[in-house]
């Protein structure tokens, strides 16, 4: 994976949010071993209960990308705690998409109350981690000028160490996921973060959250699985944000903590202001889709899009989703974000987190690698251009055959034996096409 710090210190847009090329390009060559698996859909899997760190009292504050559009009420004195949902991740009926965001981003809360952070998986992993080392790490980054943000050479040596002590949930190269950041980890005040990445966390069960912690790490958040941040009842009022530890500050959720006697939304009002923030994503990506689709031609095949007017967001379709060829002629997926081309994948190669007998998430090689052919060697070095072109071969139809994962370029393939042949992106298990062969 390309450092993180490499993500973050490159062009933003005028919202202040990280361009859709970064958010592509959070990992360096073909076979890096770097997104998540298919989880339970299950809305009764496993529980992660998860407390978030705060700032010590000076803190920033981010701007919310939608004001709520309902004033703010406060439940009667006998309602007791309340329990708000904050969706990780999105989906909508138009289009598959990654949603690089928390629904809603900002929520304000009290004493006592829950905040359940809910996984809706999109092939994209994600995490819910607060922490005293969160808060330098995005203090340091809101520091950087808007030169800076768009200069091309290496970020502030406050910034890098900041983010430095933010354990990656995965590697920067070949190998399994970090497991201090793939799977909860939870440290107390002043306690020094884990650093081996082979090991899981001393402490995986937290208490509730005082605001006090050094890292409160939901790690990667199959579908469906929730993490319950309860906020304790001694938690001083301020700021508290959170980030996810694959997409950092491109993904921020913002909690505010106020006294019990000040307004806040309900749950109900939240819930609207969440889906109203999801509703305003799809709509400014929405021509983005649909011109892409008008566009498409048989032979030459999308696979994902990203717009500049929500980088929030990665369109995660294959366009068209039906193609046709003569046997022999070469089909062109053109790869916009993390994406494989996967022919007969085996129930094995479906998932590319899976839990082992450890109860830890491990990486899935055989999802990731390239099947069916010899690739070529991965490229020296990062570079700037686009990657090169990436040479399938041919296929007879016959077993799994698959590109691998590739994070942009093109990957070229000629099928040589007439059928119709269904595939798939391993990493996002929305994301089918089909070719047919005449």
Known sequence: ??????????????????SARRRLLFVSSALVLLVAACGSGDDNSAVTVAGQTTSDGSTTESSPTTE??????????????????????GRVDEFNGAFFAYFPDTITVHPGDTIIYKSV??????????????????????????EQLQSEGPPPPELEAAFAAI???????????????????????????PTDVTSQCPVTEPSPFTGTETF??????????????????????????????????????????????????TPDEV?????????????????AVEGAKAAATPGNVLAGLGSEDVPQVLGVDFIPADSTATAGETVTWSIIGPHTVSFNPPESAR????????????????????????????SEGEGEGPPPPVDGGTWDGTGFFSSGLMFGGDFTLAITTPGTYDYICLIHPEMQGTVTIE
């Open 1 to 18: 994976m390309i450092n993180h710090l490499n993500s973050i210190r490159r062009a933003r847009n005028s919202s202040g949010r990280t």
């Open 68 to 89: 709520p559009t309902t004033a703010p009420t406060t439940a009667p004195p006998t309602a007791g705690p309340m329990e708000y949902t904050v969706l990780v991740d």
């Open 121 to 146: 998986f999109s092939g994209e992993p994600h995490s819910v981690t607060f922490g005293s080392v969160v808060e330098t790490a995005i203090a340091e980054f809101e520091k950087l000028t808007p």
């Open 167 to 193: 354990p990656a949930m995965l590697p920067e190269g070949p190998g399994d996921a970090n497991q201090n950041s793939v799977n909860p980890c939870f440290v107390g005040e002043g306690e020094p973060v």
């Open 216 to 265: 409160y790490n939901s790690g990667f958040l199959p579908d469906g699985e929730i993490f319950r941040l309860e906020i304790a009842e001694d938690i001083a009022p301020g700021t508290y944000r959170a980030l996810c530890t694959l997409h950092f500050t491109e993904m921020i959720s913002e909690v505010t903590v106020v006294p019990a006697d000040e307004p806040v939304l």
């Open 271 to 287: 819930a609207a202001l969440a889906q109203e923030q999801l509703d305003e994503f799809a709509d400014q990506m929405l021509p």
């Open 351 to 378: 998932t590319v987190l899976v839990k082992g007998e450890d109860d830890g998430y491990h990486l899935v090689e055989e999802a990731l690698a390239p099947a069916g052919f010899e690739p070529p060697p991965p």
